[in-house]
């Protein structure tokens, strides 16, 4: 080929530079210009720019980057919920009360408000790598304070080791959008991200059925002893595992992006990126608010949902913790296919509001009936009701998340993220709380009902959002930009083949 044109050569594509004044060309993105101004400008500087920013390609590892992220996603996951649903032998371990038990969940929750602005901000500043680093040492080295805490005395070193856990949580919870769009094309963002989001509900999965299995309710406490430290010890060999991938093979970013908006998102030099200005701007989009409040109100409900199943099963059916765990467990399988079903259905549909406000509805309904139906003396009932409010309930975070960063382009994904889980921990705590102590004083019909009312005033919210996807309107205005002539110097982005090496 002759020279100034992109070649491929044996799956791999090298472009030769091309000249031109890119200091003349260049379009900074200024918190006054509209969004679609902001995306002209993206365009246009794309367009006048490097070649290599025209020119897409997907990986294959990329596959390998999500599943490894979901791994330890899944690892961090397991140990929020493996207190709480054996809530009533802990407490008989350490000696503690219900409402102290509860808080190895809260933790969670709490944690992550505080510091989801610098973890946020680090994500911008040092990338994926430096992230999934920080996050999965962390992990690793909560669950081997653990190990070190199973003796009746040493309640505070196991609250220790769940603070190191839930702080890795903050470095985990904004990844998988971020993860997709700089991986994925933009016909398999929402898989990814789904993907991604699936790691963490079946690590919650696995940590409603295992801790029943593992850690049964035997009356000696040296017996009880051992089989709770068996459970850490399985916890902190797979943790150091995944930290040793993660160190090994985990990568910032492919070398080539995958999609136009990604090839845009490129060009603005970091220096003209403002973190605060970043912020400012998603608080000055009025839909983007609206999800940080109804995404909120969804998710919350799911915290305190799975905080609580415990006591609400065993209130109902004394003696069956370990079917509470199965009941945990049914909801968040049935979430998993949600998500994966919901992904899909986006990537091909791309109706981000209509599906969001269906799933929503649909959330409000499960609620309803399994509020309902919870006291009726009839297991299998309460299988059947848990499950449809889990492929509703928890289907729907990974909607939130592509949601949002479509309302947001071309904002940091991780941030857009990391500000809809700091709402649903927040609502996460409040709910936790409050229909504990609704349960305690009034029982669990009225606990259940508390949260009904939330999930219908958030599906009422969800209809008034405004459907601006500045995401698609960035791929559509960039592959527009692209030439298809090859005698023009430039390849489209449809010429360039999926790659075949790692």
Known sequence: MSSGKPSLVDGEINDNENVSDMEKNKMMLSAGDSEEVRLENNIQLNRNGDDTTKTTKLYKRRWFIVLLFSSYSLCNSFQWIQYGIINNIFMRFYGVGSFTIDWMSMIYMLTYIPFIFPVTWLLDKKGLRIIALVATAMNCAGTWIKVTSVRPDLFAVTMLGQFCCSLAQVFILGMPSKIASVWFGSEEVSTACSIGVFGNQLGIAIGFLVPPILVPN????????????????????????????????????????????????????????????????????????????????????????????????IEHYPGEELNAGRIGLTIVIAGMVGSLICGIWLDRTKTYKQTTLAVYLMSFVGMLVYAFTLSLGHLWVVFLTAGALGFFMTGYLPLGFEFGVELTYPECEGTSSGLLNCSAQVFGIIFTICQGKIIDNYGTLAGNIFLCVFLFIGSVLTGFIKSDLQRQKANQLAKAAVPSDPDDGNLPASAVLEGTRF
Do not use: W
């Open 218 to 313: 035997v009356e000696d406490m040296d017996q009880l002893a051992y089989h709770i430290s068996i459970m850490f010890y399985i916890t902190a060999g797979v943790a150091t595992l995944l930290f040793l991938l993660v160190v090994i093979v985990f990568q910032e970013r492919p070398e080539l992006p995958p999609t136009q908006a990604q090839a845009t998102a490129r060009c603005i030099p970091p220096e003209q990126y403002s973190y605060t200005a970043s912020i400012l701007r998603l608080l000055r989009n009025k839909p983007f608010l609206l999800l940080i409040l109804t995404y909120g109100l969804n998710v919350g409900c799911f915290y305190a949902v799975g905080t609580l199943l415990n006591r609400m099963i």
